[in-house]
């Protein structure tokens, strides 16, 4: 897999990453622990701040190790890396396999947080916990991207959106409307 | 545009349309007055009840009206309708504007809600407000989905997902790796 050199983003343009609704692999860290889990249940929430919300199961250990910490760092795979998603998919941190090392995956250290970004990944995004009120009802965490990180290119990265029943769509042709929008929508 | 005659699905199956990431047009309805809305900012949130949450701004007129009916329909709308979401997107409720009638849209009456079905969209999805604790703070509204409409075919509808700056991305190939995942993950 090819490492990606990133570079700092506007936080307040990440919906053009997240939004299209990408799987995205989530890394967290604590005490002595790090962790990668698939995640695909997010959407934004606001540009200023940058906030966005995710779903996790609270039977992941992730759930836990990002409980402690709340933080983590979203990190956005390409369709070359759906083997790498599918084998992270189905490794439990039970089994105390570290998955950096298990699928090749290089760490690399964040500015704001604990848990590590992903060299292989197009895209990192730093986030701190914003809201926890759902989390214990609903398992719905509320963030704010405090860094953004991203590889200049592809500009349009082909990304792998989960369809269910072991089934991903990947990103395809693109459509501007751009001259159609009124200015204040876009 | 063609009309989609839909058949009743199983409402644990709505991810297969949802967690793709689609852009949806969110149908409302309250006294005399009903409405339609582009949106992106959505996520699947269980299976069973089927749950999802999405962000609608408080700006919007259809905010209005879905906080007063405590219900909605979110239609899948595909990538032959690109110019009539951008339309809808453009246009003001407070204009006085029918968006049935402008964009030359189909209601169809619900089995569980008062919003209407849109028959031009592949699938459509009756909702009741489960949760909305985080509406006024965040203007999170979390739903159950009651009711499930979907077109037999197209199998994998040619969605729209939107990047921002008036550019889409349209749904594309897919990799299945069904055989590669623990049953469990699937």
């Not at 919906?15 to 695909?40: A, F, K």
């Not at 997010?42 to 701040?49: A, I």
């Not at 795979?77 to 950096?100: E, H, L, Q, R, W």
């Not at 501007?176 to 200015?183: C, V």
């Amino acid at each position: 897999m090819k490492k990606h050199r990133k570079s700092d983003f506007p936080l307040d343009g990440i919906r053009r990453y997240l939004e299209p609704g990408p799987v995205v692999l989530v890394t967290s860290s604590w005490e002595n622990e790090r962790n990668i889990m698939v995640m695909g249940w997010h959407m934004m929430l606001d540009f200023v701040p940058a906030r966005l919300a995710c779903y996790i199961w609270s039977g992941n250990r992730s759930h836990c190790l990002i409980r402690n910490s709340r933080e983590c760092v979203i990190n956005l795979p390409t369709a070359d890396m759906v083997d790498t998603v599918v084998g992270i998919g189905n490794t439990s941190a039970a089994d105390g396999v570290d998955k950096f090392e298990r699928f090749g995956l290089t760490p690399r250290k964040a500015t704001h947080v604990g848990a590590p970004l992903i060299d292989e990944c197009v895209a990192s995004f730093e986030c701190k916990l914003a809201d926890d009120s759902l989390v214990e009802r609903l398992g719905l965490f509320v963030w704010e991207v405090v860094k953004a990180h991203v590889a200049p290119t592809p500009k349009r990265p082909r990304t792998l959106h989960y369809r269910g029943d072991g089934e991903f769509m990947v990103a395809g042709p693109h459509i501007s409307r751009k001259r159609w929008f009124l200015q204040q929508n876009l």
